[in-house]
């Protein structure tokens, strides 16, 4: 298969706004109650929930790209995590499709094995047995492929190989079924579609953003290059040390999304079950300029010198190369996502943070479920505009708390002392209070939140103190040449072995009535400031000076817990 190159601007604009001449007179009108303006993960799914919602609904969804997509070589976005996979398999309903067509993702995994030719003598990070709840590798293009056949199934209209040329927005708030105007391009015809409710899930072309003019920038200034290959790229065959390769239960590393970690960069491996491999290298703008990597040659000549034992793999003839493409500066935020006047964005059309972590399908997960909240409330006749600006304070609050994750830490990714600590805490940030919210169904609950306020606010006062304090270890062990931080010391270091981690992760599956939940994210972020504790004691034995002041602010007296702790994580100072 013959490669595509990019050049950054891989993501076309839908549509000029403007339609061909053509009178409107001329032209067929359609009408629905909801029209979404692009047909992939974000659009199809919230087609999907909204009509599990409201079978009722007549919803529209317009969608550039001809179905089906190929396998493979489509999309990025390829991994998922708990509050994501939780809305695919069990709020879509979708969970033998996943089991049956997707690969089961075997946790995080991480290896500090910047220049390293030989992985089993570099410290890991990850679990030696699957957590139980799960999550998949979620290959893009058989992924959308089912999820439109699904869609129009449900009754939903699905047109792809469809062009938006115009958009005209009503602010009219009186009772109108059809306010908002579309005009598309479906083969040679041109028509208007009339719709109650316009939903923006057009990817960074940012129809409605582009059009509002809503585009807001970030500090957070990373690229990103991507390829896809034949065949599976395992790391298990990356060593011949039976003891090495037999620490996990199973020993199917390559089912992981796996993390090789140097400063100011990452790169990840993602199986994908259609039979390829997804390479892509994430990284700090500065310490690993773009220009480095942005074509396959370049990309490769930098992980031979970065990661070695990568490069030896991907350049064998079985892992043939299907495409290649790259980002800049793909990191960015957003005014407005959710309106008065019966307009809302979802996915990348509104917001995207940074891949480490896989918050992507989250955020749609999130946005969606806000998005079919307030259309219900419209259905019912119920006021909403309220509402969806308490939503959209809720949904950039999530936003503003996860990017504090990455912001100005890349160059402390090749830290295996500091950065596993950071893993752990970051995680425990995410189970203690999105994810239970999120899996309680319990994100449209305003009076809830309210109740919630105090510890929201505790959570994430104690987050913004804690990513300084590990970004200034970081930087002490790099001004020191902190042996601890080369990362060449084999260790697993094994989460599932922390016991309270581990139960963090099994109680997201908990059905909790409204008094247990507040109690749960309470013990959470009782839990969360015992940690924060540790880190800080850690932090100070090996820099007494280290500024933690703020983090020392909010830290008060807190009960004694039982917690099981590793040996890897007693020793991590």
Known sequence: ?????????????????????MDAADRTTQRCDVAILGGGLAGLTLAVQ????????????????????????????????????????????????????????????????????????????????????????????????FLGQHARVLGVSFLDGTIVRGIELSRAVEERQDAHRITYQHGEQILDLHARWVVDASGRAG???RKQSLARSNDHNVNAVWWRVDGVVDPQHWSDDIQWRTRCTPPDRWRSTNHLCGPGYWVWLIPLASGAHSIGIVCDAVMHPLE????????????????????????????????????????????????EHRWALTGEAGLFLDPFYSPGTDFIAIANTYVCELIARDRAGLAFAQHAALYQQLFFSFYDNTLTL????????????????????????????????????????????????????????????????????GERNRSAAAPSANGNDGR?????????FREMNRALADQLDD???????????????????????????????????????????TENQAVLTPQWYADAA
């Open 1 to 21: 298969m013959t490669p595509v190159a990019s050049s950054g601007r891989h993501l076309p604009i839908l549509a000029r706004m403007h339609a061909p001449e």
């Open 50 to 145: 909204l009509h599990r919602q409201d079978p009722d609904l007549q919803i529209s969804v317009l969608e550039r790209r001809s179905h089906p997509v190929p396998d493979a070589a489509f999309k990025v976005g390829e991994s998922t995590v708990e509050i994501g996979a939780h809305y695919l398999a069990d709020v879509l309903g979708l969970r033998e499709h996943l089991e049956r067509e997707q690969i089961r993702k075997f946790g995080f995994r991480f290896f500090f094995s910047e220049g390293s030719h030989a992985i089993a003598g570099c410290t890991e990070l990850g679990v030696s047995r699957l957590l139980p709840t799960p999550s998949w590798q979620i290959d893009r293009g058989r992924f959308e492929n």
């Open 207 to 209: 129809l409605i953003k």
């Open 292 to 339: 480095t990597m942005n074509t396959h040659a370049r990309a490769m000549t930098w992980l031979r010198a970065h990661q070695p034992q990568l490069a030896d793999t991907l350049d064998r003839p079985e892992h043939a190369l299907r495409d290649f493409l790259f980002l800049r500066h793909f990191s960015y935020g957003c005014d407005q996502v959710f309106s």
């Open 406 to 473: 990455y912001q100005d830490q890349y160059p402390l990714f090749g830290d295996a002392q500091v950065m596993p600590i950071k893993v752990i805490w970051d995680y425990t940030y995410y189970w203690a209070v999105l994810a239970p919210l999120f899996f309680a169904g319990k994100l449209t609950d305003l009076s809830l939140f309210g109740r919630l306020r105090p510890q929201l606010e505790r959570a994430s006062a104690l987050n913004l103190a804690m990513q300084p304090l590990l970004r200034h270890w």
């Open 492 to 500: 697993l270091l094994d989460q599932y072995q922390i016991g309270w």
């Open 515 to 557: 008094a247990a939940l507040l109690q749960r994210i309470a013990d959470n972020v009782t839990r969360m400031r015992w940690l924060a504790q540790e880190i800080l004691t850690r932090a100070h034995v090996q820099y007494p000076d280290i500024d933690g002041a703020a983090l020392t602010a909010l830290i008060s007296a």
